[in-house]
């Protein structure tokens, strides 16, 4: 959490193209057991729609959080029943960025519960793509930890940091 507590943003949605995606900061952020806990500040009444609508979700428990980080493709595994390209996976080593507020974790489970739902048309085809996409044989794509090397090393090509 070393580099994470030195900006501890609070995002939404994992957004990091826009400043007011910026919603709030973790004034605490530890790691208990197998959880990660932390202590939200947000920025109400300074400005931000976001942040003040973020808040009054959270204030009334409707909140979810998700994490951004960077895994360390050499210090993760497939765990039973999984693929090397949608997991599921155990990380013993990665890099948290940061940590959003979402409206749906991202992760198959959700899509599955997202698709239980009565959704609007374009909405519902989203969400049976991203399925069949975990459905399709995984030897047809590329390993995940050959996808992070390569968005990485492309994303600081390109003078991001």
Do not use: C
């Not at 973790?26 to 057991?33: A, H, R």
């Not at 197998?34 to 009444?45: H, S, T, W």
């Not at 991203?130 to 390569?150: C, G, M, S, Y």
Request: charged share 25%.
């Amino acid at each position: 959490l070393d580099e994470f507590l030195g900006h501890p943003v609070l995002l939404s949605s994992h957004n990091y193209g826009t400043l007011r995606s910026q919603i709030g900061e973790w004034e605490e952020m530890k790691v208990k057991g197998k959880r990660l806990e932390g202590i939200a500040r947000y920025y109400v009444g300074e400005g931000n729609e976001e942040a003040d609508w973020a808040f009054r979700l959270a204030a009334k428990g409707h909140a979810a959080f998700s994490v951004g980080f960077i895994p360390d493709p050499d210090e993760m595994k497939v765990l039973e029943g999984g693929n090397d390209f949608f997991g599921p996976f155990e990380f013993s080593k990665q890099t948290l960025l940061e940590v959003s507020q979402v409206t749906v974790p991202a992760n198959p489970e959700a899509l599955q519960a997202v698709k239980a739902l009565k959704l609007h048309p374009v909405m519902a085809a989203l969400v049976d793509g991203a399925l069949k996409l975990v459905e399709t044989d995984a030897r047809q794509k590329p390993r995940l930890a050959d996808l992070i090397a390569e968005r990485f090393t492309r994303h600081m090509s390109q003078g991001r940091n």
